[in-house]
């Protein structure tokens, strides 16, 4: 994710950090040189005259503008739940180690010195690894090495042969649950809001996985970005009978446009990569790191990250 202030004037029109320009270059190049030689052969190819109006680019570029505003708002729609969810796993997870403080019966306080033995301190530090495993799981690496740190050893060898790591985590965060119940630490009514945060925070995990497993259908991408390459490199012939020299200045201006648009649906469709246009998921486990910790009064709380190079991973 591009973390920056908004440069002004000459800046903004220069920056090219965080810009697809970078990806769509071979792009527009090739389709300016197109356009560059159209111009200087007056539109003859092979001394055959090709002779084309702008009526048929009127006619198709409009369309094809207003659909491909379409699947970028599908796109956006796709990237901006995405936070939406991820921002609802951070407040549960505060909420659940608030409760997990408050509501489970304890004779002292619960502290990070107490260790894992103590299942207050184990419910919360499960939730900092639910959020590392759901990064991971999202975008399909290995576990994290925070991980190994923040559960105990049997768990932590369990997790080698699971395929969902989340949801393994709030298996054991239900069980949990249930031995306080049975012990008596915990008053039934009350566990009921325990539970409602745990279902929210696998409700946002799955809803996670929805978004990544169903992509916007590729039939539909094909199909505009062939339209959109298409009428860039057929526009040449268009313009230049109509305003000469001016004509590779002006696609290149169209395609920039064009393929731009096109590389940027394909950029955010995804938000759970690891590119500069993605969210940045390891920035806000970072945050639930650290907030779950300071709550134990943990001696070891880790910086927040810093965007490098205006990123933000």
């Known amino acids: 994710m591009i973390v920056r202030d908004r440069p002004s004037g000459l800046k903004l029109f220069l920056s090219l950090r965080g810009s697809v320009l970078p990806r769509i270059l071979p792009a527009l190049i090739l389709n300016t040189v197109i356009a560059t030689l159209v111009t200087l052969t007056h539109g003859d190819l092979f001394n055959i005259k090709i002779t084309l109006t702008t009526i048929p680019f009127s006619m198709i570029g409009l369309p094809l503008a207003i659909f491909l505003g379409f699947r970028n708002n599908a796109a956006y729609d796709r990237y901006w739940e995405a936070r939406k969810l991820w921002g609802e796993l951070v407040l549960r997870s505060r909420n659940l180690a608030r409760q997990c403080q408050s509501l489970i019966q304890h004779p002292v306080p619960a502290t990070a010195a107490l260790g894992l033995d103590d299942v207050r301190v184990r419910m919360v530090y499960r939730a900092i690894a639910f959020s590392y495993a759901l990064k991971d799981l999202l975008r399909n690496t290995a576990p994290s090495p925070e991980i190994s740190t923040l559960l105990t050893k049997t768990e932590w060898e369990q997790t080698a042969k699971s395929t969902n790591i989340p949801h393994l985590l709030m298996l054991s965060m239900g069980r949990d649950v249930r031995l306080c119940l049975d012990?008596?630490?915990?008053?039934?009514?009350?566990?009921?809001?325990?539970?409602?945060?745990?279902?929210?925070?696998?409700?946002?995990?799955?809803?996670?996985?929805?978004?990544?497993?169903?992509?916007?259908?590729?039939?539909?991408?094909?199909?505009?970005?062939?339209?959109?390459?298409?009428?860039?490199?057929?526009?040449?012939?268009?313009?230049?009978?109509?305003?000469?020299?001016?004509?590779?200045?002006?696609?290149?201006?169209?395609?920039?446009?064009?393929?731009?648009?096109?590389?940027?649906?394909?950029?955010?469709?995804?938000?759970?990569?690891?590119?500069?246009?993605?969210?940045?998921?390891?920035?806000?486990?970072?945050?639930?790191?650290?907030?779950?910790?300071?709550?134990?009064?943990?001696?070891?709380?880790?910086?927040?990250?810093?965007?490098?190079?205006?990123?933000?991973?």
């Open 183 to 313: 012990e008596g630490r915990l008053d039934p009514c009350l566990a009921n809001s325990i539970d409602a945060t745990l279902s929210a925070m696998g409700g946002a995990a799955a809803s996670c996985e929805r978004i990544r497993g169903t992509p916007i259908p590729f039939s539909y991408t094909l199909l505009l970005h062939r339209t959109a390459y298409l009428y860039c490199f057929l526009l040449p012939f268009g313009l230049v009978d109509t305003i000469g020299f001016m004509t590779p200045f002006v696609v290149a201006i169209v395609a920039y446009t064009f393929f731009g648009l096109d590389a940027l649906g394909d950029e955010i469709e995804e938000p759970f990569g690891s590119e500069i246009n993605d969210l940045a998921l390891e920035a806000i486990c970072r945050g639930v790191e650290i907030n779950l910790r300071e709550s134990l009064a943990d001696d070891y709380v880790p910086a927040p990250l810093e965007a490098v190079n205006y990123c933000l991973t």
